[in-house]
């Protein structure tokens, strides 16, 4: 089993109370709270961590990218990826990942991720998304062509990463008269691609297609199984039989010398649980976003309740959240991994407010004894 | 009295698209806004149907209608009406446009010469405010468009639909005119210098408390469409022909005759 550290960088240096006067933490919350100086700092301290978590052994580092939103300072994977690609040496950089729908570039897109790959060493995995609906706004991309441009845009840069060019390319969505990029990805025929969901049986039916990897964002232990078996069905009509490093399931976790540490700081990522994922149906899901489906059509597994309505204690017995000590969570994160029959565990181990202090201690403490109890 | 319409469903351009159809006289085209057909049952398609022979089509994509795979913006939508005018032997009719059918209705214009003999905006979107903004109305919930409709909102304006085929219609609506109005949001920066090619006479309505397309969108189709008129409503918001049905049928059929 792989073990992956990500953090959503936050930028949580304010009274998060002033959201309440807006729609939303996100899209329209006014940048007039963000401080460039505490930006400086830290980035300079995620980055920081990133290394450390190298550096005590973790597989692979997890990147990913959001727009308007204090909750994720990371607004472009391919920077921080080129970042991480020089100041570790060893360790998986996961980008979950590039937005399709929203790059009116591909032929670029297939560029920087084919220069990180090769800066790297060959140890990206280029995960591609749709963006959440909030993107559609902040790109102002046409959320009805959202599906059809993830798919065209990716057919383009694996095509322009496996076919040697020059090319034309000329799609609905995009149009090129010579795609010929000179950079091309150290990894071959190219790096792996993953794909995250949170419910969207398209998006399953998609990954199983191309036998790409599907991450579980943050759902219920329940709603995983169910778009896992969805994967290993859509799979078995396909004539395979996807094996565990086919599924990865992404949840907090915090680990202290003592539990009643870990009770009490971990209190630290309800911050990240609340405001970041709530607001206006609008904002998550613009009409055209997800799929209308006809009266009488039975509808995709969706999440129980949002994270933003659970108490701490109900965010841990619903696994969004593990924290304690060594032990606690060693044993916690056996039971998700058993029972989801995952090959790769991705671990939000910062988030929220979550100190500096804590946050390597929390690395320290799974570098040593969570991680290599995983493994077995 | 209740004037009947009849359904029927004509194929053009690759699609088969619902048309309401009833009354008696001249033939007079409704199009639509962003809400979809608005039935046959309204005061004011009653009203004008007891003087003209009212076609309302729901556009490829609303309602009951298909939409036809190339069709993916205003300017596509007008060349669609183009063919169904033709079509329908409807060319050189009368036509009122509401909100964004205000919007489709001058772009048929300003495309095709012959398409109508006398044009009717009515809180039209279409063309950017130099004072004000269009009113996002797909990044705030449909009551709140519903609310923001009205200088004075009627009571329980702002339920969901009572049937699921209804709110799936009301969805499907939705969906389409995210497509088509999604970039630039709600307008055409061409249409304010192809305007002065309208030479048929067009009255413009305008509520004088709209809060969705303001009162200033009204003034620039009035100063670019030459010999048009711009009549505003009092204490009326985004719809003078739900808001003030029986003045807007005056109107109409004032200027229309």
Known sequence: MDVYYFTEMPYADFDENEADKYPAMRLTFPNTYFDPKVARDLFKRYLDEYQYAEEVGFDGLMINEHHNTPSCLDVEVNITAGILARITSKAKILMLGNMLPTSDNPPRLAEEIAMVDVISGGRIISGFVRGIGIESWANNTNPVHNRERFEECHDLIIKAWTTPGPFRWEGKHYHYRVVNPWVLPLQQPHPPIWTPGTGSPETIAWASKYRYPYAAFLTPLDVAENLFGLYREYAAADGWEPGPEQFAFMVNCFVADTEEKAQETGKEFIWRMRRPVAGPREYWSPPGYVPLRPPGDASPPRRTRPSSEQTFEELQENYHLVVGTPDTVIKKLRYVKERLGIGSLLLEAQAGRLSHEDTMRSLELMGKEVIPALRD | ?257
């Open chain 2, 1 to 257: 009295m209740t004037v009947a319409f009849s359904e029927e469903f004509v194929e053009v351009g690759g699609a088969k698209v619902q048309v309401l159809k009833g009354g008696s006289g001249d033939p007079l085209l409704v199009l639509h806004g962003t809400g979809g057909n608005p039935g046959a049952d309204r005061a004011y398609v009653q009203g004008l149907a007891e003087r003209f022979t009212v076609y309302v089509p729901s556009h490829p994509g609303f309602n009951t209608s298909e939409r036809p795979e190339w069709l993916e913006t205003i300017a596509d939508l007008a060349f669609f009406y183009t063919w169904f005018l033709e079509h329908t032997g409807l060319e050189g009719t009368r036509v009122i446009g509401f909100s964004m059918g205000g919007w489709l209705a001058a772009e048929i214009a300003v495309m095709c010469r012959h398409a109508f003999s006398k044009l009717m905006l009515v809180d039209a979107e279409g063309i950017q405010p130099t004072d004000g903004e269009l009113t996002d109305i797909f990044l705030i919930p449909p009551a709140k468009v519903a609310e923001l409709s009205f200088y004075k909102p009627p009571e329980g304006m702002a339920r969901r639909e009572e049937t699921p085929e209804l709110q799936y219609i009301a969805d499907r609506n939705r969906e389409m005119s995210v497509r088509l109005c999604w970039k630039p949001y709600m307008f055409d920066p061409r249409l304010p210098s192809l305007l002065p090619r309208i030479k048929i006479p067009t009255r413009i309505v305008w509520g004088r408390h709209d809060k969705i397309a303001p009162l200033n969108c009204g003034e620039l189709y009035q100063a670019a469409i030459p010999g048009s008129e711009l009549v505003v409503v009092e204490e009326c918001g985004h719809s003078p022909q739900l808001e003030k049905s029986e003045e807007f049928v005056k109107l109409a059929v004032d200027f229309l005759a």
